[in-house]
């Protein structure tokens, strides 16, 4: 299985608005501290996402004390702070989607198949090349990527089913690849829309691209951590 090291870290606040970069983050049981903790639940109580509602990836979303995950502040697409509580921010959301919305909170997250997501550099390279132009790395929504002795894109492949050791003290059970959607075809900061990304992947990659993973053992995940196979020292 082809190692690597932890070049890039994502985590995103509120499940389909845009994210933060990190340098170093606690991993606990639920994947990032503070990613995916927060969503818009429509009146059924499912999560509103970017899927249907790519308006949602106009909004920005950080913490101030980023390793404790405290102090969420949220940006709007007109750059203005909006506070999570705000009735406002709702309002402007239910504008979008069309219907009732309410804002949760879950220790837990809300995630899809798995509460970490990664990605390899190689991968993002590879895609680049296929679809001609250089694509924006968070259309992809991953929390770690990594780039893999040797360069080989698609690396993480091999990865599902495997543990995967981060840095001293994580592991990660990878369990699934990950099925692209709708997302991958937005630009996160003009939100343009560019079909080629999911057509290029149904063609080329089955529509999968990077893959889930579990948290088997917590700990602090940092930029230039090594990835290996669990065991392998």
């Not at 402007?92 to 809300?110: C, D, I, M, Y």
């Not at 690396?155 to 001293?168: R, T």
């Not at 997302?183 to 999911?198: A, S």
């Not at 893959?211 to 196979?229: M, Q, S």
């Amino acid at each position: 299985m082809t190692a690597g090291v932890v070049s890039d870290i994502w985590r995103f606040p509120v499940k389909s608005f845009g994210g933060e970069r990190l340098r170093r983050v606690f991993c606990g049981p639920f994947g990032l501290i503070g990613d995916r903790r927060h969503a818009l639940l429509d009146e059924t109580g499912t999560p509103l996402t970017a899927r249907r509602i790519h308006g949602l990836l106009g909004y920005r979303a950080g913490y101030a004390e980023q390793a404790a995950a405290e102090g969420l502040e949220i940006r709007g697409p007109d750059g203005a702070g909006r506070r999570w509580d705000d009735p406002a921010l709702v309002a402007e959301v239910e504008g979008l989607a069309g219907r009732p919305v309410e804002a949760a909170t879950s220790p837990a997250g809300f995630h899809d198949a798995a509460n970490v997501h990664l990605v390899g550099e190689a991968s993002l390279a590879a895609l680049n090349s296929a679809v001609g132009t250089e694509l924006d790395r968070r259309r992809f929504r991953a929390n770690l990527v990594v780039a893999t002795e040797g360069d080989a894109p698609f690396a993480e492949d091999a990865w599902v089913g495997a543990a995967l050791a981060v840095g001293d003290a994580v592991v990660l059970q990878v369990i699934v690849p990950t099925e692209r959607c709708a997302v991958t075809t937005f630009d996160p900061e003009t939100l343009e829309r560019d079909g080629r990304v999911l057509a290029t992947l149904a063609a080329r990659r089955e529509n999968l691209f990077g893959v889930y993973a579990h948290v088997l053992r917590p700990g602090w995940i940092a930029t230039g951590d090594p990835v290996r196979p669990a065991g392998s020292g």
